[in-house]
């Protein structure tokens, strides 16, 4: 079983202001871990992905996450926030059988501040 | 950019009614799957669908929801006998692979409204 919780269901930042959106997993196989962006009125969007490569993932709009498997958390970070970036982020992790079920935490909406 | 596409937005029905959530996966996929989410909550899984067979299912997947492909472009979940706690957002999505590392590609959602 796997399970994924988001600490803050709400973050608000300062344009300009780094951003950390927190995410801990747990799995009992080798989790393959993403964090998906919702903007308002669309769907969920894929920003990135970890799967079992390299621990500093890049994604797109400039944010990146690192898998740190001691501390099992796989943490969202942008370093300058921007007005565009306010929305709901959702990590989550796959399924620990062969399929592609995720399991979602519980979302965190970010807010950023002119 | 193909994207997957949900039909309606927004569907309000009255308790006990059969609703039809309409989804378009993108072409060349070959996996789907809904997902709902009630408000305040987590998103959940719900189903998955390859080969005109459901591959995966979770516990809130129950006898009152059904899932087809009709033709060769719409994925549909029906649930019969709408009950209150069934007003979610419910979101399709579509993949190319069924592998634990493989894009899930998501719709916009359905909120859907039980009165």
């Known amino acids: 079983a796997q399970s994924v919780t988001q600490l803050g269901s709400h973050v608000s930042v300062s344009e300009g202001a780094l951003v950390l959106l927190r995410c801990n997993y747990s799995s009992s196989v080798p989790p393959y871990l993403f964090w998906y962006v919702q903007y308002p009125n669309q769907g969920l969007q894929l920003l990135l992905k970890?799967?079992?490569?390299?621990?500093l993932v890049k994604g797109i709009n400039g944010f990146e996450a690192e898998f740190k498997k001691s501390e099992t958390s796989f943490h969202l970070t942008k370093p300058s926030a921007h007005m565009s970036d306010a929305a709901e982020y959702f990590c989550a992790v796959s399924g620990d059988n062969a399929g592609n079920m995720l399991t979602f935490g519980g979302g965190t909406r970010l807010m950023v501040k002119p | 950019e193909p994207e997957v596409t949900q039909t309606p937005s927004h569907q309000v029905t009255q308790m006990g009614q059969e609703v039809i959530l309409r989804c378009v996966p993108i072409s060349n996929h070959l996996y789907f799957y809904w997902y709902r989410q009630i408000l305040g909550q987590k998103v959940e899984f719900l189903v998955s669908?390859?080969?005109?067979?459901?591959?995966?299912k979770s516990e809130i997947f129950d006898d009152q929801f059904s899932v087809e492909r009709p033709d060769g472009s719409n994925f549909t979940l029906k649930i019969r006998s709408t009950k209150l706690e069934d007003s979610a957002m419910y979101f399709c999505a579509s993949s190319v692979g069924q592998g634990r590392g493989t894009e899930a590609f998501f719709g916009q959602g359905t909120r859907l409204t039980v009165v």
């Open positions: 669908f390859y080969n005109n067979e459901i591959s995966e």
């Open positions: 970890y799967t079992s490569a390299a621990t």
